[in-house]
């Protein structure tokens, strides 16, 4: 363990020599988190699940409250700093409908945006089969992202912006409550879990930092859509030709090193995160090889869709729901409706799915 520990720190201290130290804390951040997430089993899909089958609502509890805590500290940040800015994004159709094909994917998948990363470090098969595809369709939604704004309405709307910190805080707050509470419905103390609320609470405490350190909340789709542009560059793809990729930040992002990019490096940070808390006896789920082979097609599509519908609906799990909600976008609640309702879908796919390509007594 030691070793492992010092093999992070000199990787750290590399980066802080080769891109700046900004770019290693940030790398840092994200590795705290990818730890919490597979230590603590805190997560999102996971939760859902659980909340949808057998009414148990703990783990939505405690992202109940990450985001609450996040959202106390980084809305007043926010609004007091020229330099910081939220994950506000804008409500349309496509952005709904990308939500629910992601709530729907997910579940099939065992995993989410931060969760397919989570997996994949810890060594889960499945999450590792669909990360690639996860990139992929990431990239493929940035081609058709701009044709979905220009062809249908999108209303952007800030708490903060629209009445103030403070109210948008009290409707933050209260809407989470309100959340938690019907999650935890009739489950009296059994809905508090101490293990998954210290989670909670280290993940707000990581997000914050990440918003005061990066200049902008945690995300995670932005980074996989990167790489895959990186890589089709490579093969000889024009960037020139796609209104996403022209956009300064953008072409900017595409031409620098993704050691220099926020959200790759968040993205790294969770692999590796999990990676340390897997080395260090974590439970691992990874798929049996006795599945059926059509299994594998299945999340590779699941993962392409996770890409593609995470894209246009502006954010997963973390940069719509967590981040959204935290920074008192509107966006992240509709987000997290859609979704939810594709989850419940989801779920139901995923256990037909898993009843068909797995052999009794495995599962």
Known sequence: MILRVGLIVILLGALAIMAGVRYSLTALVGLGIGFI????????????????????????????VAIGLTAIIIQPLIAQSSSLIGAIAPVSVTMILGALIFGFAMQLILGCGSGTLVNAGSGNLIALVALPAFCVGSFLGTLILPLAIINTTHITVSLPETFGVAPSLVIT?????????????????????????????????????????????????????????????????DPSTADFWIHPINAQALSQSVLTDTTSLTDFGLIAGAALAAWKGAEQTALRPSVQWWFYGAILAAGLALGISSRLAFGCNVGALFSGIASGSLHGWIWLIAAFIGSIGGVSARDWLWQCAVPKGII
């Open 173 to 237: 707050v209260v809407g989470l409550i309100g959340l938690a509470a019907w999650a935890t419905r009739g489950q009296g103390t059994a809905r508090w879990n101490k293990q998954l609320l210290i989670a909670a609470v280290g993940v707000a405490v990581l997000a914050s930092l990440h918003v005061v350190i990066a200049g902008q909340p945690w995300g995670v789709v932005y980074g996989l859509g990167l790489w895959a542009a990186k890589f089709a560059t490579g093969l000889g793809w």
């Open 37 to 64: 997430l597979e230590r603590f089993g805190f997560g999102f899909a996971g939760p859902w699940r659980r909340l949808i089958r057998e009414r148990q609502g703990q783990g939505v509890l405690a992202q109940c």
